[in-house]
């Protein structure tokens, strides 16, 4: 088959690969659309990933189900899937506390097994099988399916920091999660959802991919706490998420949120950029809680798919790209360069 694989590192180069195995507990897709994530190009740099070499990346994917392993009754070949990118333990603490996003053995497609750039990817048994592949309404392409990935890890964001109607959201970094956390906390009810970029250059990428924002700041030409609170009656943000992986924009946060805010912090931090300084007396007083969010629970990726069916989520709007797996090396370089919000690519 044919796949993009990553043998020099961030180089991704198209070529014939044997075909996977289908497991005798697991099932064979055929990739109907994976989608870039900027997790796949600081991937593409390591020479350390579980999976074996050459390196088949890609962790938001979809397909038709190709074959299926002879222990496994769940599935049926035909049958149209997302496959979510994060393999479960469910066997140790957090699993079994229900916060399977936090499992400490987890595994992920395009990190410890092959991904979806590729023709054909091997789904292994266990959770990956029973409950990492979602079946697909008609309506959905595959190219938008692919995207629940990514928007579930919006979403657990979102419900992490528990936006509900009335809060007035501000969300520090317009990438992909940015703009799908401001679509999301908009249909959560929130009152205000406010951008922070730290140029122009994007903006108007993320206002067409996300109508939820009802305004973007550009933190280099403004003093950005003055206007939120002008925005806010001059309390701050409910809630302030840190969504670049950037150390200014702890900061910014601590600046920006009002009594009884959550600050979530919904992006990796550049080691060195890690440590946050805080006023204790300020998260002591007015009762402010900082607080983290990573990945997805399946649960939530389930509920993606169904607002995408919906209509709620206009997945369209986010894929601002769609190429051949042959030209995947475009599309990384479209990523890179911050010209597209996201990239899908058809094998
Ligand atoms: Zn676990």
């Known amino acids: 088959m044919k796949a993009a694989v990553v043998e020099t590192p961030g180089k991704f180069v198209v070529r014939d690969v044997p075909d996977p195995v289908c497991p005798d507990d697991g099932v064979l897709l055929r990739v109907g659309a994976a989608t870039i994530c900027s997790s796949d190009l600081k991937r ?42 994060r393999i479960y333990c469910g066997k140790c603490q957090p699993c079994r506390a229900g916060y399977t996003n936090l499992c400490k053995d987890a595994k992920g497609l395009g990190w410890h097994v092959p991904g ?5 990817t091997s789904v292994p048994g266990g ?49 992909f999660q940015g703009a799908a956390q401001a679509q999301l906390a908009r249909l959560r009810g929130a009152c205000k959802v406010i951008g ?26 403004m003093f950005v706490p003055d206007v939120v609170r002008k925005r806010t009656d001059g309390e701050g943000a409910s809630v302030v998420f840190v969504s670049a992986s950037s150390g200014d924009a702890l900061p910014l946060a601590l ?61 369209g709007k986010f894929l601002t790209h769609k190429l051949p797996l042959s030209e995947i090396a475009r599309g990384v370089e479209l990523m890179k360069n911050r010209e597209a919000l996201k990239v899908a690519v058809v094998p």
């Open 44 to 85: 593409s740099m390591r020479t350390d990933l579980a999976q074996p070499r050459p390196y088949i990346l890609g962790e938001e994917a979809a397909g038709t189900v190709a074959a299926v392993g002879k222990h496994v009754t769940q599935w049926k070949v035909g049958q149209r899937v997302a496959y979510a990118a």
């Open 116 to 120: 979806g750039f590729a023709e054909f």
């Open 127 to 175: 959770t990956a099988v029973t409950e990492g592949l979602v079946l697909l309404p008609d309506n959905l392409p595959f190219e938008f399916a692919a995207l629940a990935e990514p928007f579930a890890c919006a979403l657990n964001s979102i419900e992490v920091a528990g936006v509900g109607p009335g809060d007035d959201v501000v969300i520090i970094g317009l990438g």
């Open 196 to 221: 922070v970029a730290r140029s122009g250059k994007r903006n108007e990428i993320v206002r067409r991919a996300a109508p939820g924002l009802d305004e973007v700041l550009v933190s280099s030409e």
């Open 255 to 315: 600046g920006l949120v009002r009594w009884k805010g959550r600050i979530c912090i919904h992006a990796s931090i550049p080691a060195g950029e890690e440590t946050l300084k805080l006023d204790a007396n300020w998260v002591h007083y007015q009762e402010v809680t900082v607080t983290g969010s990573s990945s997805f629970k399946h649960r939530q990726y389930r509920e993606v798919i169904a607002m995408m069916a919906r209509g709620e989520i206009n997945a």
